[in-house]
C-alpha cells in the first residue's frame, strides 16, 4: 500500500513562480526514483524532472535552468520548484515514484493523483 500525495498546485501569472511537493507514504522498502510528470490537454504525459536516490537528476529540455527537482534527507519527499513560468507549463502536474514494497522482487512505479498547475499569459 503506497500513496503519493501532491500539493502546490495553482494559478499564476507568467514570470511567477510554484513549488510543487509529493509526499510518498506506506510500505516502502526502498525508494530508487521520484519525478514529476505533466500533461496538458490534447497531449501525452511527458516527463518534467526525475532524481534518483543518489541525487542524480534530469531534465526535460523545455524545462532546463526553470524548474529545479529535489527531495529530502529521507527520500520519501519530492519537490519541483518552477521559475520563469510560460503559459506552456500549464498542466496537469503528477508525482511518479519507482520503489520496491516488501511483496515485490521488481519496483513499481506509482502515481498520485495529479495536481493543476495554470500559467495565465
Known amino acids: 500500500q503506497v500513496q503519493l500525495v501532491e500539493s502546490g498546485g495553482g494559478l499564476v501569472q507568467a514570470g511567477g513562480s510554484l513549488r510543487l511537493s509529493c509526499a510518498a507514504s506506506g510500505t516502502i522498502v526502498s525508494l530508487n526514483a521520484m519525478g514529476w510528470y505533466r500533461q496538458a490537454p490534447g497531449k501525452e504525459r511527458e516527463l518534467v524532472a526525475v532524481i534518483t536516490s543518489a541525487g542524480t537528476t534530469r531534465y526535460a529540455d523545455s524545462v532546463k535552468g526553470r524548474f529545479t527537482i529535489s527531495r529530502d534527507g529521507a527520500k520519501s519527499t519530492a519537490y519541483l520548484q518552477m521559475s520563469s513560468l510560460k503559459p506552456e507549463d500549464t498542466a496537469v502536474y503528477y508525482c511518479?515514484?519507482?520503489?520496491?514494497?516488501?511483496?515485490?522482487?521488481?519496483?513499481?512505479?506509482?502515481w498520485g493523483q495529479g495536481t493543476q498547475v495554470t500559467v495565465s499569459s
Open positions: 511518479n515514484a519507482n520503489l520496491y514494497i516488501a511483496s515485490r522482487f521488481e519496483p513499481y512505479d506509482y
